[in-house]
């Protein structure tokens, strides 16, 4: 983490307990004390995303009883990240929405016989009620330290067609300096955040407005290796 910036913020937060506790004498708690910045090792560069330690659900309210979970399948992301400076670092993200899955059990040209989708999957990954069919894509634009471990990222989201402003609660679990299997720095990162399904065109007609909720929660957990510094690596053999 960015140990200037969070020294300060530290700083700052015992400066306003102690002033609290001049102001009120009759307060008995003590002050929570700001947590430890974690220490980040691995070197800065680009991180890919390890697709077989990654996952990216999805979950809206369902007639307001249950919240109705999916998933996608295939994604792919990529992390400038400079430890030194975290602020400056930066997120991209693409999704094929027709590899999102649902687990439908019944049969879905029984009970959807006007669709002209094979399965429910299908439907909602590429009809233009739901997914559209066309790439999902993230592309941040700020990344706010707000405590030893955590983040706020924003990014600018485009989901069929239409790109929109969200933010992530970002929160980094960890790191390796050399994964046993790659021999490469890797770090992991958990994210969550809300998107409303309407400001990008999502089932928007009713019946579907009717029981669906607005608000859409996105959770996404992701390991990022290293790649290979281009500078670092051997020149190519010169041609005979």
Known sequence: MSRKLLAGLAFAAILAACGQQATTPAA??????????????????VYKLDPTHASVTFRVKHFGISNYTARF???????????????????????????VRTDYPGDFKA???????????????????FLGGTPISFQSTA??????????LTGDLTLKGVTKPVTLDVKFNGEIPSHPFSQKPVIGFSATGLVKRADFGVATTEPLTNFLGEDVEVMIEGEFHRQDDP???????ASP
């Open 111 to 129: 009970t959807h016989p006007n669709s002209k989708f094979a399965s429910w999957d299908e439907e909602l990954g590429k009809g233009e009620t």
């Open 73 to 99: 399948a295939t994604w792919d992301g990529e992390i400038t990240f400079d430890p030194a400076n975290l602020t400056a670092s930066t997120v991209k993200a693409s999704i094929d929405p027709a590899s």
């Open 28 to 45: 008995t708690e003590p002050a929570a004390e700001a947590a430890a910045p974690v220490q980040v090792t691995v070197p800065a560069g």
């Open 231 to 237: 500078a670092a690596a051997p020149a190519a053999p």
């Open 143 to 152: 990344l706010e330290v707000t405590g030893a471990d955590t983040g706020k």
